[in-house]
């Protein structure tokens, strides 16, 4: 079993910065992948970053956060980070995190992802 729990969001002028975070709880061998997705009203799914949690810890980006967020995750492995600076109101979101145990372990597509999390909601105004 394996949970995954977000927090961190909240409201942001334009133009300002969030950092999210995911806290993975697992009873089971260790992902190979976690990524961040975000899902506005009226939208689908959309994948804005993920990182292979083991080597070589390649990340990546929606061209849409190229150079304004970044991911990352801590030491053990267990936590999930995503920085978003020059926040803009089309980034306003619901924004969930997954976490994958299979191959690719990384990129956009929902099917690479096992686990969801229930989200944590991003307003930018």
């Known amino acids: 079993h394996v949970q995954l729990v977000e927090s961190g969001g909240g409201s942001v002028q334009t133009g300002g910065s969030l950092k999210l975070s995911c806290a993975a709880f697992?009873?089971?061998?260790?992902?190979?992948?976690m990524g961040w997705y975000r899902q506005a009203p009226g939208k689908e799914r959309e994948g804005d970053a993920s990182?292979?949690?083991?080597?070589?810890?390649?990340?990546d980006y929606a061209d849409s956060v190229k150079g304004r967020f970044t991911i990352s995750q801590d030491n053990a492995g267990n936590t999930l980070y995503l920085q978003m600076n020059s926040l803009q109101p089309e980034d306003t979101a619901v924004y969930l995190c997954?976490?994958?145990?299979?191959?690719?372990?990384?990129?956009?597509?929902?099917?690479?992802?096992?686990?969801w999390g229930q989200g944590t909601q991003v307003t930018v105004s």
């Open positions: 990182i292979r949690t083991g080597y070589p810890y390649t990340s």
């Open positions: 697992s009873d089971i061998f260790s992902n190979c992948g």
């Open positions: 997954a976490a994958s145990f299979q191959l690719p372990c990384l990129g956009s597509d929902e099917r690479a992802y096992d686990y």
